[in-house]
């Protein structure tokens, strides 16, 4: 079987979308099918290329048994609303064009890359092949919630075709239940909706040792340590994380931010003005450091702005740190939190509620035997979201359209 899969993050980046699709591939591969994936040149969040790569019309590698080609398109940093759509329109149109010339059974594609779905739908209709819509966010509806886009007809057009999309596609894979029910509110017919959801590579997310040359690097002997990983976006509600930082007053627990981002420049100036030496920024790092960087704090955080479209959200940074035995300090409503309290990995407070999160903190820190209950339920956790699992039950969604 022949698998075309259109993305516009794909390693060298370390985003969530691009290690979602390349360790689905990378399991599909191995499972024999032949898989190309249609991306562009590397250059997430800042716009700026990667070394060895350059921003060509058309490039091919081969990368753990997957084709990936890489196209041209126009790059920019993942700030400004209207450059990015220029950016996300000309990669789908690019890759709609060099997608014609490659054999595929199916072609799927991935959000929030909105125009990525328009190519995989052009594909489809001229060379009449099955194409799949895999749904990671509920896109334009975020872009209104976080005020990035104030064009209210803009957006009322861009979600007519967001629903013409999943009409179109074949199937629609979500990658969380409450995606699915949102989706079946609006119209779409249930039977054509599946749900993958995130999980983590618990060959490579697994519990080990504290990295003590990194704690000593870092300065974090005897600290309790809340770390972040991840994009630092207008979603994520950090700014409101470093604001009550500031009212904290265990010097003993320290923050640590690894990522980068729209937002992260203005958060590393707000935490200067308040003079806060409890928390440390640090440039994005490659997966397969995540883990070593992981085993060095005690709690993952993972917040969201309080939102009624968050609560269909689940970060997938929960899977990572529950694999590591690492609780999650969670700032997200809804199936997140189901997902967190079902298993109890971890901690909930109320999204940009600054007594409730501070509460938490103390909490996770000082009761030993809640810390050592929630370690145990992300063992549970990371067991049943394994992502070879989760790979392979996508592969066999795949598999039942193609033949």
Not at 141 to 163: C, D, F, Q, Y
Not at 242 to 263: E, N, P, Q, T, Y
Not at 268 to 289: G, Y
Not at 341 to 360: N, S
Request: net charge neutral.
């Amino acid at each position: 079987m022949r698998i075309l899969f259109i993305t516009d993050n794909f390693p060298p980046e370390v985003n969530a979308p691009a290690t979602r699709t390349y360790e689905h591939c990378r399991e599909w591969a191995e499972q024999g099918a032949e898989v190309t994936v249609l991306t562009c040149a590397p250059n997430f969040p800042h716009g700026n290329v990667y070394e060895g790569y350059k921003n060509r019309f058309f490039q091919k590698e081969q990368m753990d048994g997957i084709t990936v080609i890489r196209v041209w398109s126009y790059i920019t940093s993942n700030a400004g609303f209207s450059r990015r759509i220029l950016d996300y329109v000309s990669f789908g149109f690019m890759a709609f064009w060099v997608g014609l010339f490659q054999k595929h059974d199916v072609v799927i594609a991935t959000s929030p890359q909105f125009f990525t779905t328009w190519a995989a739908w052009g594909l489809s209709k001229i060379r009449r092949k099955p194409w799949v819509f895999e749904l990671r966010d509920l896109w334009p509806e975020s872009i209104r919630t976080v005020g990035a886009m104030e064009h209210e007809r803009l957006l009322n057009w861009l979600e007519k075709i967001e629903l013409g999309l999943y009409k179109s596609a074949y199937r629609v894979v979500a990658v969380t239940p409450a995606f699915k029910k949102n989706l079946i509110a609006r119209g779409i017919d249930p039977e054509k909706i599946e749900v993958v959801t995130n999980g983590s590579n618990i060959q490579l997310f697994q519990a080990r040792e504290p990295d003590l040359e990194l704690v000593q690097a870092l300065g974090l002997q005897n600290k309790f340590v809340i770390g972040y990983v991840g994009t630092h976006g207008l979603a994520h509600s950090l700014d409101f994380i470093v604001r009550s930082i500031a009212l904290l007053d265990d010097k003993d627990v320290h923050f640590l931010f690894i990522g980068d981002g729209a937002m992260k420049a203005s958060l590393m100036a707000q935490a200067e003005e308040q003079n806060l030496s409890n928390i440390t920024f640090i440039d994005p790092i490659a997966k397969d450091e995540v883990p070593r960087y992981l085993s060095v704090i005690d709690v993952s955080l993972a917040p969201l702005k309080k939102s009624d479209t968050f609560k269909t959200v689940i970060p997938s940074k929960i899977f990572e740190a529950s694999a590591m035995r690492k609780p999650t300090l969670l700032g997200v409503e809804g199936q997140a939190q189901e997902i967190l309290e079902k298993y109890g990995a971890g901690v909930c407070f109320k999204p940009e509620d600054e007594a409730d999160f501070l509460e938490k903190v103390r909490l996770l820190k000082n009761d030993a035997a809640l810390y050592q209950s929630c370690q145990a339920g992300c063992e549970r956790l990371s067991l049943d979201y394994d992502r070879k699992r989760l790979g392979r039950k996508m592969l066999g969604i795949i598999q039942g359209l193609a033949e």
